[in-house]
């Protein structure tokens, strides 16, 4: 989940249920002037997610994440984001058609970002592809099966004042996909050759 401010602000938070560290929340944040941060609730968890992605900095802070409902509160540190969730669109109800073993099968997830991304990713998520495979910072092989997308709605704020408009912005360049411009739960398997 995440989203993305006309100021530069772009925020990516993940919610890992399953890891060799047990389940987490994490929140990897790139900043107006470039500058990627991350923003991790231990030192293994850090350490365990700037492996794979690229920072400038991290901080190890309280992170939560809390659903009620379609709402989502996303605490880290200085930063808060609030998430209402838009109801379920094309996207949703077409990922939704996918039996999961074979969604989070790396053989299908490659076959169809080769194939299905082309057609539906500009049509239906606006930016984010359907399904993803790339390298990792450390060059460990990665898969992204995308599961569900929904649209948000989304405010943010640190201690310095509100973040502004969701909206584009310079992409983050925290790994080899991007997350879409705007506001948007996706819920995403990751699937990786060797973890660190």
Request: hydrophobic residues 45%.
């Amino acid at each position: 989940m995440g989203a993305a401010f006309r100021s530069g602000h772009r925020i990516v938070v993940g919610r890992w249920s399953e890891s060799p560290l047990g389940g987490f929340c994490d929140v990897m944040w790139r900043q107006p002037d470039g500058r990627r941060v991350l923003l991790a609730p231990t030192e293994a968890v850090r350490d365990f997610v700037g492996g794979h992605y690229r920072f400038e900095d991290s901080h190890v802070v309280p992170v939560s994440v809390t659903r009620n409902a379609d709402f989502i509160e996303i605490r880290a540190g200085e930063l808060a984001l609030d998430l209402t969730l838009r109801p379920p669109g094309a996207a949703s109800l077409l990922l939704a058609l996918q039996p999961t073993r074979l969604a989070i099968d790396p053989r299908w997830i490659s076959l169809v970002d080769a194939i299905l991304r082309p057609l539906l990713a500009p049509r239906l998520v606006r930016g984010a592809n359907t399904h993803l495979s790339g390298t990792t910072r450390i060059g460990a092989r990665e898969w992204y099966g995308i599961g569900d997308y929904r649209k948000a709605d989304a405010t943010a704020a640190v201690s310095q004042g509100d973040l502004g408009p969701v909206g584009a912005c310079p992409s983050a360049g925290f790994g080899f996909s991007e997350f879409p411009d705007g506001a948007a739960l996706v819920r995403v398997t990751a699937l990786f050759d060797r973890l660190t």
